[in-house]
């Protein structure tokens, strides 16, 4: 008779809070959750200029709210297959994950520019504030879906 080892799980994030980002071509969006990772809000949006300029407010960012973990959003086409843009995305959780030095890990973000726009929409935003809000709303509705996933460490997708 043989034993059988079985399967090893990744370990569970670390406590803390969970930065979210909503990849962009000129701006990324960023939400958070609470330490005990109830609840995910929007917090802000980054106005992309160089990959050094970038990168000292992503540190920022990531200090000043003691982030341990990041959701990146990953665009997947209907037919579940990923494009240029889920590229881009996967470029830019690698170059998160070499600047912040933390585990990133994607999930699906289908529909939430559409989803965050609605919100907003319907909250009588101008077209101007809802532009200055909605990646980071995006970003917040990765983050609800990944928390009411339960948290996997797995890529969501």
Not at 27 to 41: M, V
């Amino acid at each position: 008779m043989t034993d059988t080892v079985p399967p090893v799980s990744p370990p569970p994030p670390p406590p803390g809070k969970v930065l979210a980002v909503d990849p962009g071509e000129r701006r990324i969006g960023f939400a958070i959750t609470d330490p005990e990772r109830k609840f995910a809000f929007p917090l802000t949006q980054l106005e992309r200029t160089t990959p050094e300029r970038d990168a000292v407010k992503v540190r920022e960012l990531v200090r000043e709210e003691r982030v341990v973990l990041l959701v990146v959003g990953l665009p997947i086409r209907a037919g579940g297959e990923e494009g240029a843009s889920a590229d881009r995305a996967r470029a830019l959780g690698a170059w998160l994950a070499g600047v912040t030095g933390l585990p990133v890990i994607y999930a699906d973000e289908s529909y939430t520019t559409r989803l965050a726009e609605k919100k907003l929409w319907g909250a009588g935003l101008t077209h101007a504030q809802r532009k200055a809000r909605r990646d980071a709303v995006a970003a917040q509705g990765i983050l609800e879906t990944w928390l009411e996933a339960g948290c996997p460490v797995k890529d969501n997708i």
